[in-house]
């Protein structure tokens, strides 16, 4: 028996850490493009005659078209032939963000970002097939290696989105990441396998219906789902709104100046990286209830602001911390619970992540429309409540 799993395991040849690496690339920069709009939403609104009031729409109808992919794209995954699905994801994001950098109207605009979002998915097919390339014992680090491309897409679109924008406009944002879209197609075409078995048990609507039935048979997936939620509503809250007061008097910041700030979130989310670990030895509600706190209490530092940048700025690294410290104990626990539904899972749980981020984005534009910056404090900090009192009502109910 030991003989025979020897040979099944060797009968898998190391996979090469630079195909790795173009993964983590493509998963970064298809999740940046969910978040290129965020700094930009100014400009944006300028040039179109949007009103503040609904120009969060524009970050809000993004995270619609992603949800939609994880539903109805990420489950191809274990339908067809990977290969195949990530190159034409990749290719069709390419034109969907040409079509934005050239849209001529709004209508144009709103339309072209669904399906940016729906595209952007791309993300969860390469965490699934970088798992199922890889020997087992190195499946736990190609993912990880995968999803930190994951984190620096994120929190460093801002950034790349305000240097691009004060060169040459919000458009040469869409332009330039459909050149790299582009360009990662390529890349991908030429180095992924062909040979990836395919498990075709079961019919697509199957898998599509057996998702809502994962959650509603499971409280603790429930629990963590509505955490993802609420976390990820505060994080949009903030970083969708954030750059009307930074880029308006007395501050006056430039797109460039205001993606820094991107830069300094990136320190905190990737110094939550040991969430996972801390999860896997048993102190998962532990690390949760501590990270909640911590989100909460980011708020009252974020407020700060316009009184001081220097504190806002702490505020700022708090918060992706303590939000990306939730999201990866979040993804322990449930992978740990249906090990043999992963892909479904992250499909049903990513769901929930982007819900509140929509939510958090259209919350913070209106809430900055009428009430200003601590409209929108307010509003990140009751979704920071209602996840830690979640917690707290889900820890005595276990004692």
């Known amino acids: 028996m030991r003989a025979g799993a020897r040979q099944q395991t060797c009968a898998k040849p190391e996979f090469p850490r630079w195909t790795l690496l173009i993964f983590a690339m493509t998963a970064g920069a298809s999740v940046a493009n969910i978040y290129y709009a965020q700094p930009l939403l100014g400009t944006i609104a300028a040039t179109f005659g949007i009103s503040p009031g609904a120009v969060g729409l524009v970050v809000t109808l993004t995270q619609i078209g992603y949800a939609a992919g994880l539903v109805l794209i990420v489950p191809l995954g274990d339908l067809v032939d990977r290969r195949r699905l990530l190159t034409i994801q990749t290719l069709l994001s390419a034109l969907a963000l040409l079509a934005v950098g050239c849209a001529p109207n709004v209508i144009a605009l709103f339309g072209g970002m669904i399906v940016v979002g729906l595209l952007a998915v791309v993300v969860q097919v390469l965490v699934a097939m970088s798992a199922a390339l890889v020997r087992p014992e190195a499946r736990g680090q190609a993912v990880g290696l995968v999803t930190s491309g994951v984190v620096v897409g994120i929190l460093a679109a ?21 050149g790299v879209m582009l360009l990662l197609s390529l890349l991908l075409m030429r180095v992924l396998p062909r040979d990836v078995p395919v498990a075709r048990s079961e019919r697509y609507a199957a898998v599509l219906k057996s998702i809502p039935r994962l959650f509603l048979q499971d409280p603790v997936l429930r629990l963590r789902a509505v955490f993802a939620f609420l976390i990820f509503a505060s994080f949009s809250t903030l970083w969708t709104a954030m750059v009307l007061p930074l880029s308006a008097s007395p501050f006056s910041l430039s797109h460039t100046q205001i993606g820094f700030f991107g830069i300094a979130g990136l320190a905190g989310a990737l110094a939550a990286g040991n969430a996972g670990r801390l999860a896997d030895k048993g102190f998962a509600e532990r690390v949760t209830g501590f990270s909640l706190a911590l989100l909460l209490l980011s708020w009252l530092t974020i407020g700060f602001l316009p009184r001081s940048l220097v504190v806002f700025a702490i505020g700022v690294v708090l918060l992706d911390f303590a939000v990306q410290a939730v999201h990866v104990t979040n993804q322990s626990v449930i992978f740990a619970r249906r090990p043999e ?9 990513m769901v929930f992540y982007s819900a509140g981020s929509a939510l958090g984005a259209i919350t913070s534009t ?24 979640l917690w707290s009502l889900a820890a005595l109910k276990r004692t």
């Open 158 to 178: 801002r950034f790349v989105a305000g240097v691009l924008a004060d060169i040459g406009g919000w458009r040469m944002v869409y332009l330039a990441s459909a």
């Open 341 to 349: 539904a992963r892909s479904r899972l992250v499909g049903g749980y």
């Open 366 to 389: 209106v809430s900055y429309a009428r009430f200003g910056w601590a409209g929108v404090c307010a509003a990140g900090a009751a979704f920071s409540l209602a996840a830690l009192t």
